[in-house]
């Protein structure tokens, strides 16, 4: 008699935790985040994008009753088979020959494997476009490619092409293309530019397919266009042009895809080939601001940092100024165009875009910046809300400028979305980093973030003057704000420095004034900022100049050969200085400035700022050139 076959009893499949991005499309969350930028009369006619979640997955599994594990298993016995006799050596041969089962959805997911996908027929076509290999390797000196965002009625938004071809993994090509929509209804028919921030997700296996990132971040400006289309079955063609590029120039890059993205609309592909030729032209930007200094070619066409540019690009020609550092404040006074400063003609690469003027996104916590400043300084995480992405983006790039020449010790996303790839490890119900800044539009944050200790809610939507190319929409649909009405909102924070009350004074009397009034208002907000940063900064300099070895320590130094440095920094001293020479920062007591920097050593972005100070001075004691120099720290 043949040997029965053992039973093969499954258990009840494990469900994974649902993300929110897994939604049923029936959800309430689910349909605002697919409606993208529809009005929501036509949203709710239209037919949705089909997404399918990890619930639908298990809708036609037959429910069975939970399976009750044994308290003690035999010798090599299966918890889901142990009647099975694994000794039995035909046995095994039969499970060999079985097919095998279905893996688990419980299964980790894996991010870094390339995924075959089946091809979509492109709307635009790129196939005639070729990029020879010295334009690209003279093109990829500025950005990393020009991507095309179409919204798909069965995927919803996908990158459609990317000229010239980059390597992108499925996870960071679905992160590009969901970052470069609104996830808010904005306006019936319009554009804006926007910006975001996204992290390198290529393993060493791929270095080699693309240019490298400077800091493990993509940076993205997108150039976003609705309009009615009666073709399409949502009577809307929405499309989106990225710039991809490892360099933090918000101001250089927005200006650059607001000229590119309305000729691509008009004249198609030829545009894209255009502009990477373009590109290719421009002077190599190869110098390494991450560090103090430029690492300078053997090549006169290189610039030099804090000189003027004058770039060609699509028939306009961009007067721009490259900072010495990331970390180094570009002030319109003191830019190098030869000329006053003109926000319409000039532009100073590593700041935010200063048109719609700054000022109109903080109008409903103007008397709070000084506040939001210290946050800034101490590193805490800062949720900021807006009605658009071109809120959000310009908000925080402007926030970030304010820290300069302290750098940047957390994560900032100008425009943060529910489908990013680190929206669980950012958002959670953990504490949020320190130094994390995120901007977002879709009120769902507001439940997800209510344990943050600071939110800002930026203005109403903001309308620059006639003929100015803005960052903002065109025309908002609505007045009506999603989220946390505007204003600033702490639950943990007392300020420790006095406001400027006569500085308040000239800002909520240009707030009610013109365009021109503004802007003027919004320069003079940002150099008193970067005037308080120099003050916060200067005691430690004062202290750390006296950490530098003498010469007389130098010249026995070098007679042994011995790498000079820094003396430790000591807290204690430090302190002890501050109280003997003061402090120029208008704190409301001594106290209160003890309390400050205390905080503040304690934090990731003085670590930061006392390394490169160690580098700066490291460097110059150790380079064998005018060695009677000593340094000194400003």
Not at 122 to 151: C, N, T
Not at 175 to 199: K, T, V, Y
Not at 453 to 478: D, E, F, M, Y
Request: contains cysteine; charged residues 20%; glycine residues 4%.
């Amino acid at each position: 008699m043949p040997q029965a076959k053992p039973e093969l009893k499954l258990s009840e499949p494990l469900v994974e935790e649902a993300d929110i991005s897994d939604f049923h499309p029936s959800s309430e969350v689910f349909q605002y985040t697919n409606n993208f930028s529809l009005p929501p009369s036509t949203a709710a006619s239209s037919a949705s994008p089909s997404v399918t979640s990890l619930n639908e997955s298990f809708q036609d599994l037959p429910e069975t009753p939970q399976l009750q594990r044994k308290q003690s298993l035999g010798h090599l016995q299966s918890p889901s088979t142990p009647t099975f006799n694994f000794n039995s050596v035909q046995a095994l041969d039969r499970i060999k020959q079985r097919p095998g089962l279905p893996r688990s959805y419980s299964l980790p997911r894996v991010d870094q494997v390339e995924v075959k996908v089946k091809p979509r027929k492109r709307i635009v076509d790129v196939e005639s476009i070729v990029v020879e290999p010295e334009v690209l390797r003279k093109l990829r000196r500025w950005i990393m490619g020009v991507a095309i965002v179409e919204f798909d009625l069965d995927d919803g938004p996908v990158v459609d092409a990317v000229v010239p071809s980059l390597f992108l993994l499925p996870s960071e090509s679905n992160n590009i293309a969901f970052a470069a929509f609104p996830d808010s209804p904005q306006f019936e028919q319009g554009e804006q530019c926007h910006s975001f921030r996204l992290r390198e997700q290529l393993s060493s296996d791929y270095d080699m397919k693309r240019p490298a990132t400077k800091d493990g971040y993509i940076y993205g400006f997108s150039h976003f266009t609705q309009k009615r289309d009666e073709t399409s079955k949502r009577g809307y063609r929405q499309r989106s042009v990225v710039i991809l590029t490892q360099h933090q120039y918000p101001a250089l890059f927005t200006s650059l895809v607001s000229i590119l993205g309305p000729l691509f609309q008009k004249h198609g592909s030829p545009m894209l080939e255009a502009a990477c030729h373009n590109i290719a032209t421009w002077y190599d930007a190869s110098f390494d601001l991450y560090r103090a200094g430029p690492i300078m070619e053997k090549n006169r066409s290189n610039p030099k940092p804090g000189e003027t540019l004058e770039l060609g690009f699509l028939g306009t020609v961009v007067h721009v100024e490259i900072p010495h550092t990331l970390d180094q404040f570009q002030l319109t006074e003191t830019s190098s165009f030869n000329e006053k400063y003109d926000p319409k003609l000039h532009v100073l690469a590593s700041c935010t875009p200063f048109y719609p003027p700054p000022l109109l996104l903080f109008e409903a916590c103007l008397s709070n910046m000084w506040s939001i400043w210290e946050c800034l300084v101490l590193c805490e995480p800062l949720l900021v809300f807006g009605q658009s992405p071109a809120q959000t983006s310009q908000a925080i790039w402007w926030l970030r400028d304010l820290l300069r020449p302290i750098p940047l010790a957390g994560d900032i996303r100008p425009y943060f979305t529910m489908q990013d790839g680190d929206h669980a490890s950012l958002v959670n119900k953990l504490p949020p980093k320190a130094g994390l800044i995120i901007g977002v539009t879709n009120p769902f944050f507001e439940k997800s973030c209510a344990h943050w200790p600071h939110v800002l809610s930026l203005g109403k939507q903001n309308a620059a003057p006639s003929g100015v190319k803005t960052a903002g929409p065109i025309t908002a649909l609505n007045g009506a704000s999603a989220g946390p009405s505007p204003g600033w909102k702490t639950k943990t924070h007392r300020r420790y420095i006095s406001k400027d009350r006569a500085l308040l004074k000239e800002l909520e009397i240009a707030a009610r004034g013109d365009d021109r009034q503004k802007l003027r208002a919004s320069f003079a907000l940002r150099r008193h900022f970067c005037s308080r940063t120099t003050d916060l900064i200067a005691p430690l300099a004062r202290y750390l100049n006296t950490l530098i070895p003498s010469p007389q320590e130098v010249a026995r130094a070098r007679s042994y050969k011995s790498t000079l440095r820094l003396k430790p920094f000591s807290s204690a001293s430090f302190f002890a200085s501050l109280k003997a020479n003061g402090c120029t920062l208008p704190f409301k007591s001594s106290a209160k400035r003890v309390q400050f920097y205390e905080r503040w050593l304690k934090s990731p972005s003085f670590g930061m700022w006392l390394a490169h100070q160690e580098s700066i001075v490291q460097d110059i004691l150790n380079t064998p050139v005018n060695l009677s120099a000593t340094p000194s720290l400003a």
